[in-house]
T-cell receptor, first 114, second 112 residues
Framework: EPEVTQTPSHQVTQMGQEVILRCVPI?????FYWYRQILGQKVEFLVS????????KSEIFDDQFSVERPDGSNFTLKIRSTKLEDSAMYFCASSERQVNYGYTFGSGTRLTVV | GDSVTQMEGPVTLSEEAFLTINCTYTATGYPSLFWYVQYPGEGLQLLLKATKADDKGSNKGFEATYRKETTSFHLEKGSVQVSDSAVYFC???????????FGKGTTLSVSS
């Protein structure tokens, strides 16, 4: 069964450093997403991406965040200057069609900011 | 705005017991409803979905019926197994947007 692949599975970074989280969506999917889950809390939407541009973003997705699909297969989330409160599990997802049909999520990247 | 409310956990059951996890929602329009499951150390997996009122989603013995009149999408399973131990998330997707809105999750623990 096709999978969404995320790397790395765990990343530790110092506060103020830039991090890039990487995702390879399912190949025929057109919609891409990032979500995060702070430990023990709900899963929160960050951003959706379609046709090489952001479709929708949440209040969490401020100027410190950016997304890119650099080469037609990877989908990345960059956090420019990490803060302690960015520590969370970050999930990438993709879907063939829009949200009504559900997504396929990756296994996540656990980001720890120290 | 749109929201999802799930029953607080954890839910602790013995093997073969009946499971219900309550989920209610608030949304404009006609959202699609989903249950996702997160096994320990893993990502979110789509368990089942329903896209319109009175639809019943089912998978792996789990069922949920989209009830517009009560704005609910309760998850049920007739006989749980130890392997069902996980966190279960109710979510909605509104046609007006692209985001899924999740509930807080309910932890299920099944003992043999």
């Amino acid at each position: 069964e096709p999978e969404v692949t995320q790397t790395p599975s765990h990343q530790v970074t110092q506060m103020g450093q830039e991090v890039i989280l990487r995702c390879v969506p399912i190949s025929n999917h057109l919609y891409f997403y990032w979500y995060r889950q702070i430990l023990g809390q709900k899963v929160e939407f960050l951003v959706s991406f379609y046709n090489n541009e952001i479709s929708e973003k949440s209040e969490i997705f401020d100027d410190q965040f950016s997304v890119e699909r650099p080469d037609g297969s990877n989908f990345t989330l960059k956090i420019r200057s990490t803060k302690l409160e960015d520590s969370a599990m970050y999930f990438c997802a993709s879907s063939e069609r829009q949200v009504n049909y559900g997504y396929t999520f990756g296994s996540g990247t656990r980001l720890t900011v120290v | 705005g749109d929201s999802v409310t799930q029953m607080e956990g954890p839910v602790t059951l013995s093997e073969e017991a009946f499971l219900t996890i309550n989920c209610t929602y608030t949304a404009t329009g006609y959202p699609s409803l989903f249950w996702y499951v997160q096994y320990p150390g893993e990502g979110l997996q789509l368990l089942l979905k329903a896209t319109k009122a009175d639809d019943k989603g089912s998978n792996k013995g789990f069922e949920a019926t989209y009830r517009k009149e009560t704005t609910s999408f309760h998850l049920e399973k007739g006989s749980v197994q130890v392997s069902d131990s996980a966190v279960y998330f109710c979510a909605l997707g509104n046609q007006a947007g692209t985001a899924l809105i999740f509930g807080k999750g309910t932890t299920l623990s099944v003992s043999s």
